[in-house]
C-alpha cells in the first residue's frame, strides 16, 4: 500500500480509521487485529462514548486546535490559538458540545465519528467513561 511513498514502514496494529482505505482486502489476521484493538484485546461491545477527546487535543502548525482522534482532515475544530488561549479553547463552548455529544452516547449520529473505531482502541479499562458519563454530562450542564 505504502511502497512508492515510504522507504521502510512498521505496523504494530492497524485501526480501521480512514475511510479511503480497503480494510477488506486485507489479510484476516491483520483485519482482526485491527477490529480487536491493541494487544488482541477482544472488544465484547462497540462503546458509545469516546473517551480520547476528553483527554487530549492536538495543535496544527496553523494554530487549530482540533480533536485529537480520527479527525483526519480537522473537522472537528475548537479553534485557533492565533486568536485564543489554549485554556480557552480546551473549556470553550465548541469543545464542551462536542464532548456532551460523546457523553450522550450520540457519537455514532456525528459525521466524523459515526464510523470510528478508536473509541474501541482501549489502552485500559480506566480509560472508559461510559459508568460515568452521565455523571460527568451532569457536571458539565452545572458547570462544575
Not at 17 to 28: K, M, N, P
Not at 55 to 79: F, K, M, P, W
Request: hydrophobic share 40%; with cysteine; charged share 20%.
Amino acid at each position: 500500500m505504502f511502497g512508492n511513498i515510504a522507504d521502510s514502514l512498521f505496523v504494530e496494529h492497524i485501526l480501521p480509521i480512514y475511510h479511503d482505505v480497503d480494510y477488506a482486502s486485507l489479510d484476516q489476521t491483520i483485519l482482526d487485529n485491527a477490529m480487536n484493538g491493541r494487544g488482541n484485546v477482544v472488544q465484547n461491545e462497540i462503546h458509545k462514548v469516546c473517551h480520547r477527546p476528553v483527554y487530549r487535543l492536538r495543535v496544527t502548525a496553523n494554530g487549530e486546535v482540533t480533536a485529537n482522534c480520527c479527525d483526519q482532515s480537522h473537522d472537528i475544530r475548537y479553534g485557533n490559538i492565533m486568536e485564543q488561549g489554549l485554556v480557552e479553547l480546551w473549556n470553550g463552548i465548541k469543545r464542551i458540545g462536542f464532548l456532551k455529544i460523546q457523553l450522550q452516547g450520540k457519537r455514532f449520529n456525528h459525521p466524523v465519528c459515526k464510523d470510528c473505531v478508536l473509541a474501541n482502541d482501549i489502552t485500559n479499562g480506566a480509560d472508559l467513561l461510559y459508568p460515568w458519563a452521565e455523571d460527568i454530562l451532569r457536571r458539565f450542564e452545572s458547570g462544575i
